[in-house]
């Protein structure tokens, strides 16, 4: 577990990573750190079969009891905690989902496979009970902007659409992808910290 601490904490997010590739990836990395630059504490980890070297995901009891125990260990330090993460990241999130977290961030929600939008992933949803944030590429082959805002209307879960974003909210090259990701951030940031219920760090008082 990695823990990225804001210098004036007003949130506390853990971030998992996606199916491809650990939390240490480019992609992890920039985000978290961007969270962090935004008063966001951002705690991220690898699920065992990353730590193990090896491609294929672990079993969905694996991914869950992983994460639960990451959430634990942030509970014990931080107390109030939100969860979500990149893609499958973000779904394990979504199935480990309790009261006790104060909501969800998904960046990249895997609706469904590619080319299968029949395979959904969301019959689990409108039972997870917190606030959902659902930060998406409008073109994700996994759920584009024309699915996931139909499914957040029913959850009156909050969305980001990044304009023309892949499943790695990666926009063409014609667009700026420094903004883009501010964007998305600013509203990641901004969603957890409205729901956060940790207290703001006090400016240390004036000497005179």
Known sequence: MKVREAKAPRAVFVLAHGAG???????MVRFAEGLVARGVTTVTF?????????????????????????????????????????????????????????CLVFFGYPLHPPGKPEKRRDEHLPRVGVPM???????????????????????????HVVAQGDHSLVVPKRLDQAASDAAALDAAASFLIRHSKTKPTPAPAPKY
């Open 133 to 159: 944030l659902f930060v998406q590429g409008a073109r994700d082959a996994f759920g584009g902007e024309d699915e996931i805002v139909p499914l957040a209307k029913k959850l009156h879960a909050s969305v």
């Open 46 to 102: 690898d699920f065992p079969y990353i730590v193990a070297g090896k491609k294929l995901p672990d079993r969905a009891e694996v991914l869950e009891a992983t994460y639960r125990a990451i959430v634990e260990q942030a509970r014990k330090r931080f107390g109030s905690v939100a969860i979500g993460g990149k893609s499958m990241g973000g779904r394990i999130a979504s199935q480990i989902a309790s009261p006790d977290v104060t």
């Open 21 to 27: 590739a650990g939390s240490s990836h480019p992609w």
